[in-house]
């Protein structure tokens, strides 16, 4: 017997591809939901792991940053404790150095010299007088640069001459002068002297 395909052969072909050609659409696309969930899921516990790392850091920051605080309270006391330790030493070098002043002054005035007003406004020393002439002006001056180390930086501020009536009929001309300098501390001799250098053909310490 011979049988005969009525059915048109390449319409049911057609529709076989067809349908392999959906199937294969629709498993890419549930393949493509599945390492699109996994990728997502992956990137959410990295994420969730970066978070949790970043609380750690920041908690940690923090903390040093607290300990930071602290150590600058700290240095902020050890500060105030040492310029207060340095107020003290300097009151307690500083106790003698109007005797210093006077006996220096005393020492360093050449004849012919009379101070007639005295100043101190902190080291600054401001001295008011009057001499028998400028060349007693220039050779106190030159007195109180170089012979004594307790002063410092003299200066001449103002000199003018003047009339001085001793008595009525003995009037004789004077210079009077203004001048300051600085005074020195007891602290800054102690540092000058430990920084100079030995004086030349002195013998090394410990030399016989």
């Not at 059915?7 to 349908?19: D, G, S």
């Not at 401001?126 to 002063?151: C, D, I, K, Y």
């Amino acid at each position: 017997m011979i049988l005969i395909n009525l059915l048109p052969h390449r319409e049911a072909a057609r529709r076989r591809r067809k349908q392999l050609f959906q199937t294969t659409m629709a498993l890419s696309f549930m393949a493509g939901l599945v390492i699109a969930g996994l990728i997502y899921s992956l990137l959410q516990n990295l994420i969730a792991a970066q978070q949790e790392k970043n609380g750690v850091l920041k908690a940690e920051i923090q903390v040093l940053e607290k300990q930071i605080r602290e150590i600058a309270g700290l240095e902020g006391e050890i500060t105030a404790l040492r310029a207060r330790q340095k107020a003290v030493e300097d009151l307690q070098s500083d106790r003698n150095l109007p005797v210093h002043l006077l006996h220096e002054l005393v020492a360093q005035l050449p004849d012919g010299v009379y101070v007639t007003s005295l100043k101190q406004e902190d080291q600054m020393i401001s001295m008011q007088g009057m001499a028998q002439s400028n060349e007693r002006v220039s050779e106190m001056l030159r007195n109180l640069a170089e012979n004594t180390p307790w002063f410092s930086k003299p200066e001449l501020t103002e000199i003018v001459a003047t009339t001085l009536a001793l008595t009525p009929r003995d009037q004789r001309r004077v210079a009077s002068f203004n001048l300051r300098f600085r005074l020195m501390r007891t602290s800054e001799l102690q540092q000058a002297a430990a920084g100079a250098p030995a004086p030349a053909g002195a013998p090394a310490a410990g030399g016989r």
